[in-house]
């Protein structure tokens, strides 16, 4: 039987040989390679400064913390996300205030954003979600009137582009993972772009223990934290940056194959839509199955005893036990995210999978489909 995994990064030999050469060098941590990356990564987005840290949780609490936000505030943020952007709103004691999303970017409905701004709120936490940026237009004119700070979660979106623009150069700060399921991989890790110093400067004290870069050994300016990214990781970074161009290269020719091979079924499924102005860099290909009769966690079951991994992508923040019991919410207070969190599902997608092979998969698809409707 065949067996199709959801992700699976993408390591090459030059990859493996950046790698050990650190293991051979003088430095595996605190080295040359951590500047080389965060040169490299900045180059790359076109912005002025780049932070390496350990995580993109570490580097989204680091962001939050260097724009000031803290208990009192109100930061306006989407339950359509990974955990991570939402509880980094609550590392610094600041409160997430949900804005349901659009129906078919899966982005925050930046016209449902206006009316649950107060006099708390301080920031805007966008999420590209899925490889995909949000409408930044919008965005950026309510950040001007109520005068918000933007801080972008682009963990999921690296390179993709709003009218030419890259996800996580438009606001405050952007953030970036690294995680083996993204679309470049250090194993762990995340990176924090910017164009603000001061923001960058506090970053990069915090993520090394609160030290000031001219610090004295042992001499802390602030209460800093261990989000140090190590060498080989970084090592690793800069390989992989290099190749990033034909890895979403051969991501965009997968989710073509898939678009195409879904076509003729769009009454059954959802497949994605990339917005006018927008390009995706497919973090995952995720549908929605449009057949509400359909019990989709049944489907994923039947999917994985034929050798084809999916999966739900993603839950709804709001509906997680400790939001629920913090702020309590419910169902049915973001029908948008919560449909999409019953119904979506993610198809592997990762280097390497041929046009064969989508046929494949989405034959299996249709047909699970097929039987569990009668
Ligand atoms: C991957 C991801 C993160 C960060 O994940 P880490 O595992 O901490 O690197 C944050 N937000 C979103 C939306 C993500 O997809």
Request: charged fraction near 20%; include cysteine.
């Amino acid at each position: 039987m065949k067996y199709y995994p959801i992700a699976k990064p993408y390591i090459t030999a030059k990859d493996k040989k950046s790698v050990l050469a650190v293991l051979d060098s003088d430095y595996l941590s605190l080295g040359p390679k951590i500047s080389e990356f965060e040169k490299k990564f900045a180059k790359k987005l076109g912005v002025k400064y780049a932070c390496a840290v350990s995580s993109g949780t570490a580097g989204l609490h680091l962001v939050m913390l260097a724009c000031g936000l803290g208990a009192g505030d109100e930061v306006v943020t989407t339950p359509f996300s990974f955990v991570a952007s939402a509880n980094s709103i609550l590392y610094v004691g600041a409160k997430p205030v949900f804005v349901d999303i659009d129906p078919l970017t899966y982005n925050i409905n930046f016209d449902k954003i206006e009316e649950k701004i107060t006099r708390k709120t301080k920031a805007i936490l966008v999420v590209h979600i899925f490889g995909q940026p949000c409408e930044m237009d919008q965005i950026m004119k309510l950040a001007k009137k109520y005068k918000l700070q933007i801080i972008e979660d682009a963990c999921e979106s690296v390179c993709a582009t709003y009218k030419g623009q890259p996800a996580g150069t438009f606001g405050q700060a952007g953030v970036f993972a690294f995680y083996p399921n993204k679309q470049m991989t250090t194993g762990e890790g995340g990176m924090i772009v910017t164009n603000n110093k001061k923001i960058y400067e506090i970053c990069q004290s915090l993520k090394n223990q609160g030290r000031a870069e001219n610090d004295q050994w042992l001499d802390h300016k602030y209460l800093g934290y261990n989000y140090r990214l190590d060498e080989m990781s970084c090592a690793l970074g800069i390989s992989q940056l290099a190749k990033l161009d034909f890895m979403i290269r051969e991501r965009r020719k997968i989710a073509a194959w898939y678009n195409k091979i879904l076509a003729p079924y769009s009454e059954l499924i959802q497949a994605p839509s990339v917005a006018a102005g927008n390009t995706h860099t497919w973090f995952v290909y995720v549908i929605k199955i449009k057949n509400k009769k359909i019990n989709r966690n049944l489907l994923i079951k039947k999917l994985k005893n034929i050798g084809v991994s999916t999966k739900p992508y993603l839950p709804s923040i709001h509906l997680f036990n400790f939001y629920k019991k913090l702020f309590g919410y419910k169902n049915g207070d973001f029908p948008i995210s919560e449909e999409m969190s019953e119904y979506s599902l993610a198809l592997p997608i990762y280097l390497g999978l041929t046009e064969q092979d989508c046929k494949y998969i989405i034959a299996k698809l249709l047909n699970e489909i097929n039987r569990l409707n009668h």
